[in-house]
Structure formats: C-alpha cells, structure tokens
Nanobody
Framework: QVQLVESGGGLVQAGGSLRLSCAAS????????MGWFRQAPGKEREFVAR????????LYADSAKGRFAISRDNAKNTMYLQMNSLKSEDTAVYYC????????????????WGQGTQVTVSS
C-alpha cells in the first residue's frame, strides 16, 4: 500500500506559476510509476503528466506541453508538478496517482490516489 498526499495548490492569477508536490509513504520501496491528473467541476478526471520510477522521459497531455514539468525525487519519495503560464482553464482539483504497472494516460490503470489539491487560476 502507498499513501499519497498532495500539496501546493492555491489561487494564482493567469500567467502565474505554482508547484505541486506529492509525498508518498508506505510501501515506497516498490518502484511506482506516477502521474498527475486533474478534474474540473462537471468534467471527467483527465491526464496531465506521467513520470516513470526511473525518472525517464515524461509523458504530457497536449494541454500541459511546454508549460508544465513533472519530476520526482525518489530519495524524498516526492513527485512534483511545476506549472507555468497558468490559464483559467487549468482550474481544477489536481490529483497524484501511482501504479505498479505502466500507467500512462489511463486513470483506471493507477491503483493509488491522493485526496487532491485545488488549483484556481483567476483571469
């Protein structure tokens, strides 16, 4: 079992930046691939970014490319999402997720989820 806790959300003006963190605890000795998803009111939860346990080439949604950067520090059991040039359409609850499988863009392939952190971008 892995427990995930997100932090770093908040209110920011359009064009601003935020850095989200996801701290993992529990069976962190297992190599998990991890991802960020988000869910806006009335919408489905959607993929944002994924990073493998080795920290290899990340995978991004088109909406995140060029603006967001996913990273992880395995020594700290923490994953990050640096979000720059934020837009009002980025407003959502952001969730981190972990999987012992490949993960990818499909949220149903992730076994473990955090409670989410709210990001609100004002225009």
């Amino acid at each position: 079992q892995v427990q995930l806790v997100e932090s770093g959300g908040g209110l920011v003006q359009a064009g601003g930046s935020l850095r989200l963190s996801c701290a993992a605890s529990g069976r962190t000795s297992t190599n998990y691939n991890m991802g960020w998803f988000r869910q806006a009111p009335g919408k489905e939860r959607e993929f944002v970014a994924r990073i493998t346990w080795r920290g290899g080439t990340p995978l991004y949604a088109d909406s995140a490319k060029g603006r967001f950067a996913i990273s992880r520090d395995n020594a700290k059991n923490t994953m990050y999402l640096q979000m720059n040039s934020l837009k009002s359409e980025d407003t959502a609850v952001y969730y981190c997720a972990a999987t012992q499988g490949g993960g990818g863009t499909n949220r149903y392939l992730y076994e473990y989820w955090g409670q989410g952190t709210q990001v609100t971008v004002s225009s």
